[in-house]
């Protein structure tokens, strides 16, 4: 996994740089590693030496769900332009993987092209994609990218009762958006400062509720695809444990 320091940190990111690509993905059949014997072992002792000291035990029957690794991969392949490299990849969940004892992070550097420096953001619930976008944008302001690839994704199987209130996804999916200046003909949507409070918008989308991690994202993957007769404006809004989380899309969106 390639490394870097951020320079010295400057007022905005490179004029054009904005999010070039977004992919959504949906991943309906469980993965491969779910119906692996060894690693349906390994994963119940893990979870089970896990959970002990609060006396809650896995539920063998849940043992399925996705990998996000495998579903990582199969994000670059459909948003990274062939030829093109990455400098820096953030991967944003809430609920754990199938596979908790890989470092998920590094083996996507070593799959995406341009072996990027790579790491994760999770625990934050629905806020941890918003906080991995704020991260995507102070290291674009720090000078030192030309690419970065954020993931989102979330896997619909918790094999435990975490005995406080969790909404479990009712799908596996991903988003993927690809940040960096834009080759010509693109028109990136640029991320400015975040709003205090929403503005009157002229089209309001909700997500779905039953996708807590990829909801928002998702419809905002969706937008980014349709056509756009001009320049819009995009507010992406979100609530968790009773914070209000949002991001400004301020300029054009690719077509």
């Known amino acids: 996994?390639?490394?870097?320091?951020?320079?010295?940190?400057?007022?905005?990111?490179p004029a054009a740089w904005g999010i070039r690509r977004a992919v959504r993905m949906?991943?309906?059949?469980?993965?491969?590693?779910?119906?692996?014997?060894?690693?349906?072992?390994?994963?119940?002792?893990?979870?089970?030496?896990?959970?002990?000291?609060?006396?809650?035990?896995?539920?063998?029957s849940e043992h399925v769900g996705q990998s996000y690794g495998e579903m990582g991969e199969a994000l670059i392949h459909a948003a990274v332009p062939a030829g093109e490299s990455v400098d820096l990849l953030v991967l944003a969940y809430s609920i754990p993987d199938l596979t908790p004892g890989?470092?998920?992070?590094?083996?996507?550097?070593?799959?995406?092209?341009?072996?990027?420096?790579?790491?994760?953001?999770?625990?934050?619930?629905?806020a941890s994609a918003f906080t991995a976008l704020r991260l995507?944008?102070?290291?674009?302001?720090?000078?030192?990218?030309?690419?970065?690839?954020?993931?989102?994704?979330?896997?619909?199987?918790?094999?435990?009762?975490p005995g406080i209130p969790v909404t479990?996804?009712?799908?596996?999916?991903g988003v993927a958006l690809l940040f960096g200046e834009p080759l010509p003909g693109e028109r990136p949507a640029r991320v400015s400062a975040p709003a205090a409070e929403p503005a009157g918008?002229?089209?309001?989308?909700?997500?779905?509720?039953?996708?807590?991690?990829?909801?928002?994202?998702?419809?905002?993957?969706?937008e980014l695809?349709?056509?756009?007769?001009?320049?819009?404006r995009l507010l992406l809004a979100d609530h968790d444990s009773g914070r209000l989380v949002t991001v400004d899309l301020d300029g054009e969106v690719p077509r």
């Open 1 to 13: 996994m390639r490394t870097f320091g951020p320079a010295s940190e400057v007022a905005s990111p």
């Open 26 to 60: 949906a991943f309906p059949e469980p993965a491969a590693l779910a119906g692996d014997p060894v690693h349906a072992e390994r994963l119940a002792r893990y979870l089970a030496d896990l959970l002990h000291p609060y006396g809650l035990s896995p539920d063998p």
């Open 102 to 126: 890989r470092a998920t992070a590094t083996y996507l550097s070593h799959v995406c092209p341009g072996t990027p420096m790579a790491f994760a953001v999770s625990d934050q619930g629905t």
């Open 136 to 161: 995507v944008d102070a290291y674009a302001r720090s000078g030192g990218l030309r690419r970065a690839l954020l993931l989102v994704v979330e896997q619909n199987s918790l094999p435990y009762d």
């Open 168 to 173: 479990v996804p009712a799908e596996s999916r």
């Open 201 to 222: 918008a002229e089209l309001l989308r909700n997500s779905d509720p039953s996708q807590p991690g990829t909801g928002v994202w998702w419809e905002l993957a969706g």
């Open 225 to 232: 695809a349709r056509p756009a007769a001009g320049p819009r």
